[in-house]
């Protein structure tokens, strides 16, 4: 880990909260109000708090961490610039207890707190169908831990029936990753998740899977690679592997049961999100450490993020959400 764990930002919080303000305006204060750029004031006063800007437009107060979780957070925003920068730089993830040590403030309670708020940080909103211009998008599916909401049939207990189901996209030219946590791995489950995620000229690798056969015929080209015959780059074609979707579950295989071997399954989509962005926003990319960190500050605005939310989260397992 490269982490400057000296950084004022993290120790400081007015250095922290002018970090946040240069991430959040970068082409000046905006005005959350009216949308006003560049005209505001900073409102100084023995009793106005620190960061506080007043709209020249309408009038009215705003500060950078408005409508972020930050907001109305009783955790210091360098704790949260800390937690986030331990939680993008560690490759593997980490846990609550380890971020409760190494944060030095709160709780466990805050830790997993603070952590399952960032993972939510990092979860993409939309983003354009992958293999667009006709690149190679490898799709592959693995299984991690019980689903405790779809207990086995007494017959199969030691089956995959029960097993959490994580259907990833890996498009290889922007080395982008797309995870969904699934109900099952029937057709009429993933094709729709496939169909809004890939484009149609894209080239479409999988396995030998039936599931993808007729898939398939939607896209440009189906490349097939066949495992059960101990095939990982095809023959005829060096272009047709699954290399890269394997190599990316190989981390987050590591990094759930290495660190999160108690993950519920209704949790399951937010470190499913935390390993896409991860990989998505990785070195071999041209992402840094620092750059990571500040792309999940950034990814705070705009979501609702309350308090109440983590608990009581029940989409898991209902329907195919993005993780
Ligand atoms: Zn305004």
């Known amino acids: 880990m490269t982490t400057n764990l000296t950084d004022p930002i993290f120790t400081d919080e007015t250095k922290a909260r002018e970090h946040f303000e240069d991430l959040r305006w970068p082409q000046g204060r905006v005005c959350p109000h009216c949308g006003t750029v560049g005209n505001s004031t900073l ?32 955790i210091p925003l360098h704790k949260w610039l800390l937690a986030t920068h331990l939680l993008c730089s560690s490759k593997k993830g980490m846990s609550a207890h380890q971020l409760y040590r190494m944060l030095g403030f709160g709780s466990y309670r805050t830790a997993w707190f603070m952590a399952h708020r960032i993972r939510e940080a990092m979860r993409p909103e939309g983003g354009d169908p992958m293999g667009g211009g006709g690149g190679p998008v490898e799709v592959d599916e693995t299984f991690i831990g019980r689903d405790i909401l779809n207990p086995p049939a007494p017959k199969a207990q030691f089956g995959i029936a029960n097993m959490n189901k994580v259907l990833s996209l890996v498009d290889r030219t922007t080395g982008e990753a797309r995870s969904f ?24 690798m999988t396995d030998e899977a039936v599931r993808y056969t007729s898939l398939g015929w939607n896209f440009a080209v189906h490349g097939i690679v066949n ?55 990785r070195i071999a990319n041209g992402v840094d450490d620092t750059r990571r960190a500040a792309l999940a500050v950034a990814g705070t605005v705009g979501k609702r993020l309350t308090y109440r939310q983590p608990y009581g989260h029940r989409s898991y397992g209902l329907h195919a959400a993005r993780a």
């Open 181 to 204: 946590v699934v109900k099952d791995l029937r057709m009429a489950t993933i094709t729709p998740i496939i169909e809004a995620n890939i484009a149609r000229e894209a080239w479409l």
């Open 227 to 281: 495992h059960s015959k101990g095939e990982y780059v095809s023959l005829e074609d060096g272009r047709i592997t699954t290399n890269s979707v394997e190599g990316f579950y190989s981390i987050f295989k590591r990094g759930m049961r290495g660190i999160y071997q108690h993950c519920a399954g209704r949790h399951l989509h937010r470190y499913v999100a935390e390993f896409d962005f991860r990989y998505t926003n």
């Open 43 to 74: 409102m100084q006063g023995a009793t106005t708090r620190a960061g506080l800007y007043k709209c020249k437009d309408c009038r009215k107060p705003f500060t950078a961490t408005m409508g972020t979780v930050y907001e109305k957070s009783h």
